[in-house]
């Protein structure tokens, strides 16, 4: 691509927290002001998009906004992506800057990352804006800690539960229906456990009994647990 015969867009990748519109970072704000495109994932086909309905009430009117069906996993999700990317690649080459926004960090766990491989492999300028991770909202909600002194922390999705070792602070995500899996094993390990719900959200729980998190299942949860 020659990129010095016209101006192009950027595209910035924005993590707008937990769920919040208060943890917006002011970065995140004013980026996203000045960009002519919002593009913002949803899980469903026609669905909302969570990231979107964070960062609303900081999108002016002007803006023009596009929601893309962006499924989790799935034989579909690569042909998504790239379908994403060819819609961004348009406003790119018309100079328009575009924001994406990603729930979270949009580097952990992200449909970002995916996207991001194409937008580069074009040459075209990127930016990534970071946001407060879900686990970092899940622990000041709890009150509890994810790692001290010099100890390490694991960060796991939960279908790599039976890979935990020696760790003594672990974060697992992606938990949707392998909770009790899960529970199974950390009990097993000796751990103590929280599992929180939906923080900084409406419907947030902070649960730490067994039976309650089994009757409590949420895709967007994940569970912080510690031992001795």
Same mark, same amino acid.
């Given at each position: 691509?020659?990129?010095?015969?016209?101006?192009?867009?950027?595209?910035?990748? =924005?993590?707008?927290?937990?769920?919040d519109e208060e943890l917006l970072t002011l970065k995140a704000v004013n980026v996203m002001k000045k960009c002519d495109v919002v593009v913002a994932p949803s899980?469903?086909?026609g669905g909302s998009s969570i990231a979107l309905e964070t960062a609303k009430n900081f999108i002016s009117e002007d803006k023009e906004v596009i929601v893309k069906h962006f499924p989790m996993g799935g034989a !579909?999700?690569? !042909?998504?992506?790239?379908?994403?990317?060819?819609? =961004?690649? !348009?406003?790119?080459?018309?100079g328009k800057d575009v924001a994406f926004l990603t729930i979270g960090d949009p580097f952990v766990y992200s449909t970002y990352i995916y996207l991001l491989k194409y937008i580069k492999e074009q040459g075209y300028s990127t930016e990534t804006v970071p946001?407060?991770?879900?686990?970092?909202?899940?622990?000041?909600?709890?009150?509890?800690?994810?790692?001290?002194?010099?100890?390490?922390?694991l960060i796991m999705p939960a279908t790599?539960?039976? !890979?935990?070792?020696?760790?003594?602070?672990?974060v697992i995500m992606?938990?949707?229906?392998?909770?009790?899996?899960?529970l199974n094993t950390l009990e097993e390990k000796g751990?103590?456990?929280?599992?929180?719900?939906?923080?900084y959200r409406e419907g947030q729980q902070v649960i730490r009994d067994r039976e309650e998190i089994l009757k409590n299942r949420d895709y967007m949860s994940l569970i912080l647990a510690q031992r001795d």
């Open positions: 691509m020659d990129n010095n015969s016209v101006k192009l867009g950027t595209l910035y990748g =924005i993590g707008v927290g937990p769920g899980a469903k086909e !579909e999700q690569e !042909e998504k992506i790239y379908k994403a990317f060819k819609t =961004i690649e !348009e406003k790119l080459k018309d946001g407060i991770t879900s686990f970092c909202a899940s622990a000041s909600l709890a009150g509890e800690n994810i790692v001290i002194g010099d100890e390490r922390v790599q539960v039976d !890979e935990i070792k020696d760790e003594k602070f672990v992606k938990l949707y229906k392998l909770e009790e899996k899960v751990f103590r456990y929280v599992y929180v719900k939906r923080a």
